[in-house]
């Protein structure tokens, strides 16, 4: 891969584990150029109320899919602060903030939005970086959206039409917080269920090498 110039964290779904995203790297298309190292995570193991107390790999504990309620806050803290304490070492190995994206699946993209647009209860501000891909989710608790970062941190929002997990009309409201808040999200929508799609991973690939630094922002004329 060369150089270690960039660096996208990527948390997994609920029940997944850190190689669950390993596989689509490829179809990402992205240049060697870029330098980009991915950090897989992986969630405790604990028990999951919405699925009967089950123990399974999760960000943390929920009683139901439902905004500002049935998630366990101090569990959602604790994880966004391993995304900080994350954020931080990639920082002291030499990649700042604009060569940074968080991501996530599922309850992983919950953690990834939670801690790029809120800040913690001790005050921490939102984790800083170049862009967020937040896939299959939405934003667990909107009531403490911060306002963005000048400029805004990009944000790649992407929601299957017929999931069955977490609704579609999650998505929107999600979407609608955080753009009322004043932060930018490009919002998609596939055709699929509580999964991700061949076009999915495209747009992906596009807005990570145009976050990254290699194409330019739609309508921007060429150089």
Known sequence: MGEHRATVIWLHGLGAD???FEAIIPALRLPDSLGIRFLFPEAPFRPVTINGGMEMRAWFDIDSVRRDTGVNREHLAESMAGVRALAHREAERGIPPERLVLAGFSQGGAVALQAATTADSAGALPVRAAGVVALSTY?????????PTDPPTPIFQAHGSFDPLIPVHFA???CR???SAGWTVEYHEYPMAHQVAEAEI???GAFLRRVLGTSPPPGASPA
């Not at 934003?139 to 306002?147: D, E, I, N």
């Open 18 to 20: 850190g190689h669950d």
């Open 139 to 147: 934003l667990p608790v909107t009531g403490g959206v911060a306002p």
């Open 172 to 174: 929107g409201v999600s």
């Open 177 to 179: 917080a955080l753009t």
């Open 202 to 204: 495209r747009d992906i």
